[in-house]
């Protein structure tokens, strides 16, 4: 059955909008009559059938709707440097999506290379991974913000992943199950001593997510799969 993203629907009446109604009728060649199934990005899933496969406006009949739909146990957020090749960016928030996340932060650090992001197409690239993957939940992309302003706001269990040779913890050792958790993770370069020195002011935990030294994108993978291994 065919999954649409419908971020306003409120009522058991609704209307696709018109790209999504093109694609309903024109592409998928869905008639009056078919079912098909939406999600709404706030835990609402839908079961409707169309009345009117009109493919400028589709119209459909909700059935049957379920809230909080594959709810998860923990909250995960992850605060992290885009990287310079943004196709390694998108390939992270795609792939977290898919596995579990539900908050991403761009944070801009002394070291990072790219220090804008298009949140619209960034944002599409997150709704089409909830689609596929069947999620009820939307993440939230925030606009990227200073390092040094953000690390003071996170009132989260706070994590922060670098490569400085000094002690660190395992997510497992320190997490407490089914929390809230926030993750940071450095551009490439890593962040520098001074940005970690702040975060130790902050307390946050340092963690080790391995002995490989991991590309940034990976290593921000590596700890959304971790935090849902762990909660599972």
Not at 29 to 36: M, T, V
Not at 80 to 99: G, H, M, Q, S
Not at 147 to 169: L, R, W, Y
Request: hydrophobic share 35%; net charge neutral.
């Amino acid at each position: 059955m065919h999954l649409f993203y419908t971020p306003d629907i409120t009522d058991n009446f609704y209307q696709l909008n018109a790209e999504e109604s093109k694609h309903c009728s024109k592409v998928l060649r869905l008639n009056k009559g078919d079912k098909i199934q939406l999600i709404d990005g706030k835990g609402g899933f839908y079961i409707a059938e169309i009345t009117d496969s009109n493919p400028k406006q589709v119209a459909l009949n909700v059935l049957d709707h379920q809230q909080n739909f594959n709810k998860r146990n923990h909250y995960l957020h992850i605060a992290v440097a885009p990287t310079k090749n943004i196709d390694r960016f998108e390939w992270f928030l795609e792939k977290a999506t898919e596995i579990g996340i539900d908050e991403i932060t761009p944070i801009i650090c002394e070291r990072s290379e790219r220090k804008e992001v298009k949140i619209d197409r960034l944002n599409k690239i997150i709704t089409s991974a909830v689609k596929q993957s069947l999620k009820a939940y939307h993440p939230k992309l925030n606009e990227p913000i200073s390092f040094k302003k953000f690390i003071g706001s996170v009132k989260t269990e706070k994590f922060i992943a670098h490569c400085i040779d000094q002690p660190k913890n395992t997510l497992e050792n320190k997490i407490t199950k089914h929390g809230n958790y926030t993750v940071l993770i450095g551009p490439e370069g890593d962040f520098s001593p001074a940005e970690v020195s702040l975060t130790v002011l902050e307390n946050y935990v340092p963690i080790t997510l391995g002995i490989s030294r991991l590309r940034t994108e990976t290593a921000a993978l590596q700890a959304c799969f971790e935090l849902n291994f762990l909660n599972r």
